[in-house]
């Protein structure tokens, strides 16, 4: 076995899941053990520093065994917080039952490092790689929906509270570099707007112009829509 083959099955060993690893008798090499425990709590303090209000949400009593399905599930493939969190709010949006609104506060949590770094390095002002349409979604912009007022969730989070109840029609935020303090509610307009933009609309209805100015200015789309239609 060459260097780099022997490299490459070590890696694959510490990072192997835990059924995998029981199998193949791994528990029993202490060494290995070891190994796969570090790299795996390192995995848990760079979630723990890029998701903090989501760690928070999570229950007491699931938090480990979610951080472990996540491990098993997703190999590490970077030493960088934001590249674990990314990897973590996938994880938890893909979940059939996922703990109550985890998943929205690690979509805006995530949603928040895009913000901030689009910001940083001044390519807010370009389209994302996956707009359409007249009107586009900018760099660094996120809508991020919640089944509760955010405010009540986040609070919940914070204070390790008993998390508020779903309500009959969900709540969005916006998530921009332009936005003071990052993060702010949609309004009912700036929601259909932005509907109409993900579908790749040519033509913006006028009455929403006024809100094309206003997501414009906070760089959370770029582009003037081409055509409003008339009354």
Known sequence: MSLADWQR???ARIAAPHAAAAAAGDPGQPGLALTRMLQRNWRHTRLTHALPLTMRALPAG???ALLSDYCDACPCVSFFPVHEARGFAGFLAALDSSPPHAASIAAMEV???DAFEAGVF????APR???AGSLQMARGASRVRFTAPPEQVLASALARREPPPPTAEDHELLIAPGIPGLARPASAAERRLLDLCAAGAVHIPVELAAAAATLLAERVVVSMPRQLEGP
């Open 129 to 131: 790689a996956d707009a």
């Open 62 to 64: 699931a938090r480990h």
């Open 122 to 125: 001044a390519d807010a002002a």
């Open 111 to 113: 949603a928040l490092i």
């Open 9 to 11: 099955e070590l890696a």
